[in-house]
């Protein structure tokens, strides 16, 4: 996995007309919380669950129910707010926002409006550009309407009610590039700060993208909302094709495709953006004061708790990887993509006293191993294998007692069902053999009935000798020490 | 009663979900012409720098644990839905917008 | 044996409890008065025989085998029709909640349970608390047993009606902007509003979230403190109510001496019909021979009380009754066949004009555009008035005036005028805007007719002052001889 790299320009350089467009670009990304239970009731909450068996009162809207916020929320919020730079308001306040849908019950959605819980903040992406944060905000999320069953709409309230913090940043972002560098980032700092899993598949991210282009030195102009984007690939394809049509809006010279503000859903399947079929009219929300909930305050001493609480984040990492361990900028980010990989990098290397070593078991080998559907298991989690299973084995090769293949197939078992990596050598029978008499009685048979080979590297061609290696490699199980084979063959064939 | 006071009533019951008819919308209109007119006193009294009072309760940072509780059964839920579809509740057929 | 209906709750727990009375008998005595008065009242919507008899039953089983009576033990109540009680239609007095069941019970009804009340009906309402007479309701008006050509008052006027007429010693009623009080002035009934957040919101239906609060019906002053102590306290699932316990009743005597009494002259406006002003000056007189000093107080703000109650009570209303679409309970219509069109269809069909009136009024002052001007406005206003009875309140410890502005006045006589409506709120609103503990006892009849109708006397005092309120009121009941007559409908 590599970082991104972005391209020096983001202006769009019009094929028709030479004019170079600027695009501008805002996103709203809304994040459900890790928490057990929704925001402002103790319904479990709980994606795959069958439909209207997660709600309540409250949850359901029935006459008389009240709100009553969800402490471990507000928490997370914090720390997403910590993790992210942004200022946390001593003060902020709940709002009702005012709309009628099916997946609303209340017929308002408890958020907050003009004192969310922070401000500011923001992302540093890798040419350089910081991202800024407008605010961040708690709100609640809607349930789910179902419209593709049946003849009638269907509602399920499982979701109504699940914690959510809508992150909002300024339009500074210039290219599909940039807004997916931003998600990235945002996501990875969201995983490790504990707030969110942000699995899209599951809802648990969302995004909603602000867009104009103007020509670069002119005032911006109309801002066009999309929405439907379900992954990192759809924001990045959809700003492509949003863009594109932006562009030949303006440039067409016909008033009706001239862009207006509006909101356009992305249509994957046809790869382009299409207008929303709702009302033209502004919304009007007629935002009030949540009387049901007290203001919330946070304590300066609370905020410190939670700051210490929050675990070293990527971009840190990535840099104390490079400059104390002395990893490549590469291996530094592979490692550094999730939290569970990186703690177990840090104790392995900790533990073998080798980072550089246990940095390339860990990305050639252990990740890899996570995508084989054979050996079953995909994440640190799910793995038997320990900071100090790979310690060992590690040291095991450098002692030359196991060959890396041998090493290799160890690694294998200790991932899938653990053990002792000395053991494991002896019972897999994958004790390096380094005897000498040993290695020659199978370089004599490997060289059986070879004359070109040996006439090949008299003559100088030495590399010719890799040919040989397979065979010894074969009759010794995999266990003849690679390095010495090849010294003994090279003796061999030159001492006759 | 002007026109601008029954074009704000019928604005009003368009957002308020409201279906009035003519005269029901002239009915209010007249109405909230006179009501409003009381209310403009709160007009001439200055406010500036006075904070609102939203609530009397006067409380701050009312919480609970994030522990999950047994609520509502789907059969209790979906009891008094005027149109259930099994475990669903039915309203007409949209095309997948809010408001 | 004494008629149940002679006795307060008070005493009737009590005799329940030492066992010289029959719960059982106690509650087909009540369902007795209730099927004999009800034709004329129109108190209740929904009676509860069956399960009232099955709760009677088992209470006298569990006392039999040793279980402890609760302080209510078998003590007949009502509850308004905006309260939860799984499985009882709550239809709020309105059309769209027709048939309604609630899923869960609310908190102060719980209580009530657990103390031993024996709920045998919910009783008739203005539509969704909304109004100050039954003529509000859809299901017809209350009819208030001293003359049942005449209004018992609203909101809670079935609560109220159930109590006057003996049906039941204790109800309960909801009071936003007087609801309660009011009922209980025009009804002689001793009605409490307590500070707001003492008792928990969650199970009542909520009409103005900031100025709600479960308020009991009684027909003396102690059983108002009884049904305190079992209903207020703390609630987890109200992040509203305060964080303490019910408070504890005062005993310090029957007199007061050493007591101020605030007299603010902005309660005792030229609109005062002259019975009541009469009525008022006498309770006031009792009031200075019980030892109390009379110190006449300012409060300059009370006439924007009524234009902010509206502004804030309207808001809030328009809000809370978004969620009657259709879609998840109560009435729906089809409408047009689209989803909005639905919900258009539904609330027009299904809500009585107020509650459109307000609805349409809350939502204008909530809109883009009219939020500064109005509600924003409102709730600076707001804070003002609760600036005048904290200042007040530095100079007295309780405040006194009269609850209404009239006695009850006749059904149709002003329906046709909602402002009219509006404007007799004006003594009892400003209390709910600032959330202060008030009560009102009655104080005194006046002849309107021929037909005598009582009056009653509102006591306010500062926040969490709910003890004192009541203290005060119950030496006032112990000095008069009001609370004692008995309307011409009586059980």
Known sequence: MSPLTIAPSPAVVSPRTGVRWVPVIGLEVHCQLATRTKLFCACAVDFGAPPNTLTCPVCTAQPGALPVLNGEALELALRAALALGCAVQPTSKFDRKHYFYCDLPKGYQISQYDRPYCTGGGLLLSNGKFVRLTRIHMEEDAGKAIHDRGDATLVDLNRAGVPLIESVTEADMASAAEAVEYLTALKEILRYAGVSECDMEKGELRCDVNISVHPEGEPWRTKVELKNLNSFRFVEAAIGVEVARQIEGYESGDARLVPVQETRLYDPERNTTRTMRSKESAHDYRYFAEPDLPAVSVAPSVIERLRSCIPELPAARRARYVSALGLAAQDAAVLSAERAVAEFFEAAARLSEKPKEAANWITNDVLRNFGDAELGVRSVDEMALRPYDLAELIRLVDEGAVNVAGARKVLRVLMKSGGRARELVKTLGLAQVQDTAQLEAWCRAALVGKEKIVADVRAGKTQALNALLGPVMKASGGTADPKLVQEILLKLVQNG | ?99 | MKPYAELDATALAAEHAAGARRVTDTTEAALAALARLEPRLNAFLVVLADRARARAAELERERAAGATPGALHGVPVALKANMCLAGVEANCGSRILAGYKPPYTATFVQRLLDAGAVVIGMTNMDEFAMGSSSENSAFGPTHNPWDLARTPGGSSSGSAAAVASGIVPLALGSDTGGSVRQPAALCNLAGFKPTYGRVSRYGLVAFGSSLDQVSPFARSVRDLELALSVIAGHDERDSTSLPEPAPIPEHDGARLDGLRVGVPKEYFPEVLSGGVRRASEAALATLRGLGAELVPVALPHTELAIPTYYVVATAEASSNLARYDGVRYGARSAGDGSLQGMYAATRAAAFGAEVKRRILLGTYVLSAGYYDAWYGRALKVRTLLRRDFEQAFEQVDVLAGPTSPTAAFRLGEKAGDPVAMYLSDILTVPVSLAGLPAVSVPCGFVDEDGTRLPIGLQLAGPARADARVLRVARCFESATDFARQRAPLFA
């Open chain 2, 1 to 99: 009663m002007t026109t601008s006071d029954l074009d704000t009533v019928r604005q009003m019951a368009e957002l308020a979900r409201l279906k009035l008819d003519e005269a029901e919308a002239r009915a209010y209109a007249g109405q909230f012409a006179r009501i409003l007119e009381h209310f403009r006193t709160l007009e001439r009294l200055p406010v500036e720098g006075v904070e609102p009072l939203s609530g009397a309760a006067g409380l701050c940072d009312v919480t609970r644990a994030d522990a999950p509780r047994p609520g509502l059964s789907t059969e209790a839920a979906l009891a008094n839905a005027p149109d259930r579809r099994e475990a669903f509740y039915g309203v007409p057929k949209t095309i997948g917008a809010a408001e």
